[in-house]
């Protein structure tokens, strides 16, 4: 395993064709495209790391993994009422279909969905305490006490998210948001700007796991559920290209992170900052490809 990775970050740094950083957040502009890591922390208890494996970045949308736990985890099912389990076939920021579906999101991985999922682990409190729970919960996943909200990507963020104060207002005009719309997205900014590395984030992905080490915060339904989620939904409308090239659950952040789950082997964090035309990591998703090949790790036998 150990060769595989280090085998997998020679040919990444070697590449040419590294994709393009993300711009429309000012803040992730600013990262280095050059960087590669990639860690698998298997269902053993082994952790294998290369590159720049202890390097943070941004999860941004990764995070729409965690939020989704935690939502379920205060309201269970109803979420399903005011979120569907569907891929777009959209990019990850579109405003289409919520009109024809009466303000329903597709699913909790698009903004849209991710905006009413903010709302509900929101619930009642304040976006502090919210935050913080979410912070605690990425926390007791991957073991790690030093996860922290990068405030000058959340700042930056909120500074240029038209387009998610647009879906916002919008899902509040079909009365599917029940906090104001400042408030949710100030907390799905804070949430996206959650920093961590691939050594963190491929051991908090663990929590979709099932084996005896690993940590148990979900129960195996929503287990399931989630990496259902993530194979169907987790790269927008490069979904089924990631799901054909590499047969595994994952789900990708405009910050080049990819988190993927091998179902009773290991969860694998990948991160390289140029993306594709999906506006999913590039190298991260080539390098996923050759993993699955190698390893011939598939949810398809
Ligand atoms: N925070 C980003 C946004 O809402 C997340 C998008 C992403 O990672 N695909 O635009």
Redesign the pocket.
């Given at each position: 395993m150990q060769d595989l990775l280090d085998a997998i970050v020679s040919d990444a740094m070697a590449s040419d064709d590294r994709g393009k950083v993300?711009d429309?957040?000012p803040e992730l502009s600013r990262v280095n495209p050059n960087q590669f890591g990639i860690c698998v922390a298997t269902v053993s208890g082994e952790v294998y790391a290369a590159g720049d494996a202890d390097t943070p970045f941004s999860i941004?949308?990764?995070s729409k993994v965690f939020a989704l736990a935690l939502a379920l985890g205060k309201v269970g099912d109803q979420l399903w009422h005011r979120v569907g389990r569907e891929p777009s076939g959209l990019a990850?920021?579109s405003l289409l279909l919520l009109e024809h579906e009466n303000g329903i999101p597709r699913n909790p991985f698009i903004?849209a969905g991710?905006l009413v999922t903010a709302d509900t682990y929101l619930a009642d409190s304040s976006p502090r305490e919210a935050l913080g729970q979410m912070v605690r919960f990425v926390q007791a996943a991957c073991e790690f006490e030093d996860i922290r909200i990068n405030q000058n990507v959340a700042q930056s963020?909120i500074a240029t998210?038209n387009?998610?104060f647009a879906l916002a207002h919008y899902l509040a005009s079909f009365g599917n948001l029940r906090n104001s719309t400042d408030k949710v997205l100030g907390t799905?900014?804070h949430q996206?700007?959650i920093d961590m590395s691939c050594r963190q984030l491929a051991l908090a992905g663990r929590l979709l796991l099932e084996g005896p080490g690993m940590p148990r915060l979900i129960s195996r339904e929503r287990r399931r559920r989630i990496n259902a989620l993530m194979m169907t939904c987790g790269h927008?409308d490069g979904s089924g290209d990631f799901a054909f090239r590499v047969g595994l659950p994952g789900k990708?952040?405009?910050?080049g992170g990819i988190l993927v789950i091998a179902p009773g082997r290991a969860s694998i964090a990948v991160w390289s900052p140029g993306l594709n035309q999906y506006?999913n990591s590039k190298l991260g998703t080539e390098a996923m490809e050759t993993f699955a090949r190698k390893t011939g790790w598939s949810v398809f036998g």
């Open positions: 993300a429309y957040i941004q949308s990764v990850f920021n903004n991710a963020e998210a387009r998610n799905y900014c996206c700007a927008y990708s952040g405009v910050g506006g």
